[in-house]
């Protein structure tokens, strides 16, 4: 028999697992990414495994790269999945690193895929820069090493090291490697500098997409700075923020839901998923949206 259990007075009798399994579904991933960026998947498989965990609507939203787009595309149409055309175009604001999805974005539209050319090739420069660091620190080999775990050579990146230290045994797993040397701070972080917040915004807009805030809960930065990059993304033409998203804690999520009112901009939704077992994510198993928000795809 089912276990029973308890909410204040009332008994229940249901298998909590699956309960569990189904509260954590959305039909709506927006925000993933293959192996044309830092994910381990290839498009296809990525469509696919997003169509067995029960995802109805999907965004391949890979870093600076929309290439991956055209063999998810085949891959949706075989297993009736809806595919989003989007990215994710890393930028620099006031300092940090700060990441813009863009959502509906016509992939080949020639400015934006001029500005991911010019975000990308910075990347081999700071990746020759993350191995001195490291090799300064001991550990050698880490450019080969990194590149190894990329498939698309332009693409390499963070995570890449990460898996790297991990599979040597520097650090038992990702999450570590990044907190250890790898975010602002440590020892294996070089800064760099990548478009500007009007320009990713501008991109995605020429291109027919919706910007969309990534992860605000993840930035390093004080109330009053984020405060101001909500103002400064809105006044660019910013349309929507990732609410609920892989690296928001439940606490989060109000938090950012009412910032998305206060600014007038639609809630995004998406895992941030990159690999089968990787930092606790998986593909379409997230919360669903606080009532007041207004979902992004209601704009579509
Ligand atoms: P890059 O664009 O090369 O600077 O790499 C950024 C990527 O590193 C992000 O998209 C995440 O996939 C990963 N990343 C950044 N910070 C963390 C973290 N604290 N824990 C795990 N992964 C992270
Ligand atoms: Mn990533
Ligand atoms: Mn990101
Ligand atoms: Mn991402």
């Known amino acids: 028999m089912a276990p029973a259990f308890m909410v204040g007075s009332r008994a229940f009798c249901y298998d909590l697992p699956l309960i569990l399994k189904r509260v954590y579904m959305s039909p709506y991933d927006l925000h993933c990414h293959s192996k044309v960026s830092d994910g381990t998947l290839s498009p296809?498989?990525?469509?696919?495994?997003?169509?067995?965990?029960?995802?109805?609507?999907?965004?391949?939203?890979?870093?600076?790269?929309?290439?991956?787009?055209?063999?998810?595309?085949?891959?949706?149409?075989?297993?009736?999945?809806?595919?989003?055309?989007?990215?994710?175009?890393?930028?620099?604001?006031?300092?940090?690193?700060?990441?813009?999805?863009?959502?509906?974005?016509?992939?080949?539209?020639?400015?934006?895929?001029?500005?991911?050319?010019?975000?990308?090739?910075?990347?081999?420069?700071?990746?020759?820069?993350?191995?001195?660091?490291?090799?300064?620190?001991?550990?050698?080999?880490?450019?080969?090493?990194?590149?190894?775990?990329?498939?698309?050579?332009?693409?390499?990146?963070?995570?890449h090291f990460a898996r790297f230290l991990v599979d040597k045994g520097h650090v038992r797993n990702i999450k570590a490697v990044f907190k250890k040397y790898l975010v602002k701070g440590k020892p294996g972080y070089v800064h760099h500098e990548w478009a500007s917040l009007p320009e990713a915004v501008e991109w995605i807009r020429q291109a027919g997409g919706m910007a969309v805030l990534a992860h605000p809960g993840r930035y390093l930065m004080g109330k009053d700075k984020r405060h101001l990059l909500f103002e400064e993304f809105k006044a660019a033409g910013g349309a929507a923020v990732e609410v609920v998203c892989g690296s928001h804690t439940p606490d989060q999520i109000p938090v950012y839901a009412d910032l998305a009112q206060e600014f007038g901009l639609y809630a995004s939704v998406g895992s941030d998923f990159h690999a089968p077992g990787e930092n606790n994510r998986e593909l379409g198993k997230l919360p669903p949206l606080p009532e007041r928000c207004r979902p992004v795809w209601s704009a579509w």
């Open 44 to 159: 296809r498989e990525l469509v696919l495994r997003a169509h067995e965990q029960g995802v109805k609507v999907l965004a391949l939203t890979d870093h600076d790269d929309m290439r991956g787009l055209a063999e998810a595309r085949v891959a949706a149409q075989e297993c009736g999945i809806e595919l989003i055309s989007g990215v994710e175009v890393s930028v620099t604001w006031g300092g940090n690193t700060v990441h813009i999805v863009g959502l509906q974005v016509d992939p080949a539209h020639e400015q934006i895929v001029a500005g991911l050319q010019r975000n990308r090739a910075g990347r081999a420069e700071r990746a020759q820069k993350i191995a001195e660091a490291l090799a300064k620190l001991g550990i050698a080999g880490a450019l080969e090493g990194a590149y190894a775990f990329a498939e698309n050579k332009e693409l390499i990146g963070r995570s």
